[in-house]
């Protein structure tokens, strides 16, 4: 018995790949655009701004959650002029924010690893045009599979959730500019 598989959870897509290229026999299905912020210590210089161009940040020390941020930021920080001084790569976003705390640096963090909350931080969006990560799904090109539509259809709705990205411990932005969260 041969088995197939009908979806795919992808992501994150870098912006402008164009996803499955023709004759791959897959559809790309988007389900959310996930920016990247800025996360600084909430006593940085720049922590009180509503949003940054990258440029600004051209003399500070990063630490990375991952090696696909490193990538985001080096192409980003390329087209403001700057080569980015990177102190640390993790695979973790939570340990990035906490090494931002510690004082090791500042992040570049995607909209839905910025929770859980972690007090002396502050997010700040970059203006655009920043990093967003394309998230969605690549699906086989052929049609009536009811229940990879029933999943491609749920993956929406989820996608679809507000989150809110905190600003402060006190302020939020306003909900819809990321993915979904579960609680």
Known sequence: MRKTVDRCAAAPRPAGSGGPGPGSGLDWIPLLEDPLHVVLPQEHRLADRDALDLAELATEPWVLGCLKTEAYLRRYAERAGFDPEVRGTTTD???????????????????????????????????????????????????????????????????????????????????????????
């Open 93 to 183: 976003y939570f340990f990035a924010r906490s090494l931002v705390v510690a004082g090791m640096g500042i992040s570049l963090i995607p909209s839905i690893a910025l929770d859980p909350e972690i007090p002396g931080l502050r997010t700040v969006p970059i203006r655009p045009p920043g990093p967003i990560r394309h998230i969605g799904v690549a699906a086989i090109s052929r049609k009536n599979r009811p229940h990879a539509t029933t999943l491609v259809q749920a993956l929406r709705e989820q996608a679809a959730r507000p989150v809110i990205v905190r600003q402060t411990p006190t302020t939020a932005a306003s909900p819809g500019c990321g993915p979904p969260r579960s609680g």
